[in-house]
């Protein structure tokens, strides 16, 4: 696991017509981004690995980013968590679930 969010690059799919928009809006905020080389996703669209966010409040950000035309989906994950944390280590898989109200 990493310390803090921001640590690896965000993974944002992009319907291939967008990239390039999408990437001038992302140097607008302040990030970068690159195609992710050979990988496309099962709908024939591009993964930008994107460096670069600040993730202080992290609905903002996802929400600024899945409001960029031909941005399909992110790896922000704060408007919608994870019902699961799958964790691997030396000791073994360790599963937490999040509690729902």
Known sequence: MCEHLGAFP?????????????????????????VRAGVTTDSDNQI????????????????QLIQMPGVVCDGV???????????????GIAITQRMTK
Do not use: C, M, Q, W
């Open 10 to 34: 965000l993974p944002l799919e992009a319907i291939p017509l967008g990239v390039k928009l999408i990437i001038r809006r992302l140097v607008d905020i302040g990030a970068s981004a690159n």
């Open 48 to 63: 930008l690995n994107v460096v670069g966010l600040s993730f202080a409040d992290p609905v903002k950000l996802e929400t």
């Open 77 to 91: 994950y704060a408007l919608r968590p994870a019902d699961a944390l799958i964790a691997v280590s030396s000791a």
